[in-house]
């Protein structure tokens, strides 16, 4: 390919010469730009009174355009080969079967509100009900093992504690298809989480001001929005957020592919769980589109690379926001990475972070940007940017947190439970001094009888040793049975916590490379199991 071609293809290529790496610059507003892989990110949105960014800086250098386009090229080439290699991209088949899921879920909920109905002495051709879906599935950027989430919208008559958690419940456990349901019934968005036909779903509700729900629907309508509750507005944000998205990035197709290579990198290096402090789907996927609209027409790789450039350097006093304009809502105290949700009225996403796991984000977001910044490396390799995070060989002692129940099912509904909590558990650690790095994957220990599941959070500081455990599990169980709902729960379930080292972790938690070790026998009967969000 000619340096013309090139040029032609990426129009900065034939200045890129002239083009300085950027540190800071003026607080004005970014213009779009077209290839990334030597620019550093646009500047942010202009600072709060008060602040100010250190002086800009210039350092030119001569990039060979041809040889840019082609490592640029290789590099994406190979990234788009990666993500099949490792299964990140669901088969023809598999997209199949979630659009049955779908499908049934909405014929269930349409003879559930018609049965509600009939209670309710009110025709039931009148009354409808539907599932709509966001998230991942819906922005196309889903993976073989992603859940669905799903909102289901039903009418007047239909309300949330009896109708949905125990009418639409019974009629869901009566499907053969479902397994594994428990409920989240006092989180800030009540869900329902079950396996359908192999695929996780996390099923939400709204409650309409109507009869006749499916001809309603209408979730950009702000008229609309202000008739319903705050739990309903709250589930149904996650679909109006969707819809925005789609709206605002101005390529689908490389939107997706750079939010798949997003997640998997965050499931990789332990950030994707929004239980413990990490980043939950929305946050990640915010972010993406920020970087999508600031290059339009930028490649895979380039988009990845300003992924990190970008968020290693932002200043998070300052909001991501899609729309480009100053954030008037009020940040909550304690929110350390703000990212505006593009909906009306703007609102923050919710967020879960600590200062410990928002250290560590930044960690990783540094690291990413340093592995990937070097566009001339003939050595590199995008395993080592998606390598898992090594928990047994960075940190030498854990906390062993352990829930343990009757059945299957009361461990399913107690599991949920707990971990809605953890981050109780991760702010009173940290306010003794002890700060961790919560570990989502699930171990199951099978010398144990009873159902149960295990979590082992790596140690960052050792002065755990000074922390009485008892006092520690003592406390957290206040917050895990703050009210009769947790109560119940914890009638026939069990936590038990305990400080271990790394000679007392799971055969399961050690790759490939520790299995030569004598490893004490106790640790044979641990399995891995699925990881928590």
Not at 229 to 236: I, K, N
């Amino acid at each position: 390919m000619s340096a013309t071609t090139a040029a032609a293809y990426h129009p900065l290529l034939a200045m890129a010469s002239e083009l300085p790496i950027w540190a800071y610059s003026a607080p004005v507003a970014p213009e779009a730009q077209t290839l990334p892989v030597f620019l550093a990110p646009p500047p942010p949105p202009p600072l709060p009174a008060g602040y100010h960014l250190p002086p800009p800086f210039s350092l030119a250098f001569q990039v060979p355009s041809t040889l840019l386009f082609e490592m640029d090229s290789r590099r994406s080439h190979s990234l788009l080969q990666f993500l099949k290699d490792e299964g990140a991209v669901p088969t023809p088949e598999e997209d199949m079967t979630r659009e049955q899921v779908i499908r049934k879920l909405k014929e269930i909920v349409m003879d559930w509100a018609k049965a509600v109905g009939f209670e309710q002495r009110v025709p039931p051709r009148r009354v409808t009900a539907t599932v709509l879906t966001y998230g991942s599935y819906t922005l196309g950027a889903h993976g073989p093992e992603s859940d669905i989430d799903a909102l289901c919208v039903g009418p007047c008559i239909a309300n949330l504690p009896h109708h949905f958690f125990v009418v639409l419940r019974q009629i869901l456990q009566r499907r053969p298809e479902v397994s594994g349901l428990q409920t989240v019934e006092n989180a800030k968005v009540p869900l329902m989480r079950f396996i359908f036909s192999g695929i996780s779903v996390d099923l939400t509700y709204a409650q309409l001001h109507v009869i006749d729900a499916v001809q309603a629907i209408n979730s950009s309508s702000p008229q609309f929005l202000r008739r319903l509750d705050s739990r309903s507005l709250r589930s149904l944000s996650g679909v109006r957020v969707n819809e925005q998205i789609v709206r605002l990035v101005p390529n689908a197709e490389t939107f997706q592919v750079l939010l798949r290579c997003i997640k998997l990198w965050a499931r990789r290096r332990g950030l994707h769980c929004h239980l413990l402090g990490f980043f939950a789907g929305i946050h990640l996927a915010i972010l993406a589109a920020y970087v999508c609209q600031k290059y339009p027409n930028a490649t895979v790789n380039g988009l990845f690379t300003m992924f990190f450039e970008i968020f290693a350097n932002w200043p998070w006093q300052i909001p991501v926001d899609l729309h480009g304009q100053p954030f008037k809502c009020r940040r909550p105290d304690g929110c350390l990475m703000p990212i505006v949700m593009p909906c009306t009225p703007p609102e923050l996403c919710v967020s879960n972070m600590t200062e410990g796991t928002f250290r560590k984000i930044r960690e990783e977001l540094m690291r990413g940007y340093t592995l990937t910044k070097d566009l001339w490396r003939h050595d590199f390799e995008w395993t080592c940017l998606f390598e898992p995070f090594p928990y047994v060989t960075t940190y030498k002692y854990f906390l062993r947190i352990a829930l343990c129940a009757s059945t299957s099912e009361e461990l399913q509904d107690w599991a949920g439970w707990v971990k809605s909590r953890f981050r109780y558990l991760i702010l009173k650690l940290e306010s003794n001094g002890i700060e961790c790095d919560p570990d989502s994957s699930q171990e199951v220990d099978h010398t144990v009888i009873k159902p149960n599941i295990v979590y082992h959070w790596g140690l960052i500081s050792q002065t755990f040793t000074r922390l009485d455990i008892s006092s520690l599990k003592e406390d957290f169980m206040k917050d895990v049975i703050n009210d009769v709902y947790g109560k119940v729960k914890c009638t026939h379930s069990e936590l038990t916590m305990s400080f271990v080292g790394q000679s007392e972790l799971p055969k399961s938690m050690y790759g490939d490379s520790f299995y030569s070790w004598n490893l004490p026998m106790h640790m044979v009967g641990y399995q891995a199991a699925t990881d928590c969000c």
